[in-house]
């Protein structure tokens, strides 16, 4: 009787840290960091989609030398490179750490000099499906396990 529940408890602490596990740190432009792209905004696009973001996940903004970090609201914003309606404060000092709270497109864009229109400013959207997908078949597979344990016990 301890036996079964303490298999079954131990499903559930293993299914709640993989499904905890989704909130993941995403260090913005991997080694790049935050700068001026050599390449362009390109950059950015590449980094943005290998990644997948999720609400709860941390964005950290690692640079050296004078840069800040401006989430813009509007894509037309993030375009033409204006902070005319920011939301919350400009960071100004690196590390900046930003949590995405919401799963809206979120515009990121550097606001000194011509830093943006140089390629200084990265877009993060949502919507990848696989990871609530894999979520679920993962919960289907604990299902059965649980199942088959008990009616072996
Ligand atoms: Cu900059």
Known sequence: MAGRFGAIGCLVVIAAVV???????????????????????????????????????????????THDVARVSTKAEFDNCT???????ILTTSPANVTLDTNVTHYFICTI????YLGQKVEITFGNSASPLAA???????????VSLMSHM
């Open 113 to 116: 000099e011509s830093h943006c």
């Open 19 to 65: 499904m905890g596990a989704a909130a993941d740190t995403h260090t913005v432009g991997d080694g790049l960091g935050w700068a001026v792209p050599p390449g362009g905004p390109i950059a950015y696009s590449v980094w943005a989609d290998k990644q997948t973001f999720e609400v709860g996940d941390t964005l950290v903004f690692n640079w050296t030398g």
């Open 136 to 146: 679920g078949a993962f919960s289907v597979v604990l299902f059965a396990l649980a």
């Open 83 to 89: 902070a005319n309606s920011v939301i919350g404060t």
